[in-house]
């Protein structure tokens, strides 16, 4: 009998222990608590951004002005469109225009564009 009272005792001793140092649930979940770190997203974070529709066809290209603004565009494919594109439609006044980069951020900001053009092919090829 007495070596099974020490067989209980020696199996509660240490969850009486554990109880006794623990303190309430809440102050261990308290004390136990991970700081927050906060991160900033590498790839920024976009603004809003606002859905316009297309814009409205033209009903022919003879006689207006139509900039190719050619973006990253080595020197094989930039003047081979333009001059496909005189060839096919002589009626039709192309500019070429080469942009560093991919082209404006914001074709409204590109003046020329805007007052002399009636139309803007933009493309890209590598």
Same mark, same amino acid.
């Given at each position: 009998?007495?070596?099974?009272?020490?067989?209980?005792?020696?199996?509660?001793?240490?969850?009486?222990?554990?109880?006794?140092?623990?303190?309430?649930?809440?102050?261990?979940?308290?004390?136990?608590?991970?700081? #927050?770190?906060?991160?900033? %997203?590498?790839? $920024?974070?976009?603004? @809003?951004? +606002?859905?316009?529709? =297309?814009?409205?066809?033209? &009903?022919?290209?003879?006689?207006?002005?139509?900039?190719?603004?050619?973006?990253?565009?080595?020197?094989?494919?930039?003047?081979?469109?333009?001059?496909?594109?005189?060839?096919?439609?002589?009626?039709?006044?192309? #500019?070429?225009?080469?942009? %560093?980069?991919? $082209?404006?951020?914001? @074709?409204? +900001?590109?003046?020329? =564009?805007?007052?002399?053009? &009636?139309?803007?092919?933009?493309?890209?090829?590598?």
């Amino acid at each position: 009998m007495k070596r099974l009272f020490e067989i209980v005792l020696a199996a509660l001793l240490p969850l009486g222990v554990t109880l006794a140092f623990a303190g309430t649930p809440a102050q261990a979940a308290d004390e136990a608590e991970e700081p #927050v770190h906060r991160f900033l %997203n590498p790839q $920024g974070i976009p603004g @809003p951004v +606002e859905v316009r529709g =297309l814009a409205p066809r033209l &009903d022919t290209i003879k006689g207006k002005t139509i900039y190719i603004a050619v973006c990253e565009a080595g020197p094989q494919t930039g003047p081979f469109l333009e001059q496909y594109l005189k060839d096919t439609y002589p009626d039709t006044h192309w #500019v070429r225009i080469q942009h %560093n980069g991919f $082209g404006p951020t914001n @074709p409204a +900001e590109d003046g020329e =564009l805007l007052a002399k053009a &009636d139309a803007v092919i933009g493309g890209q090829s590598w």
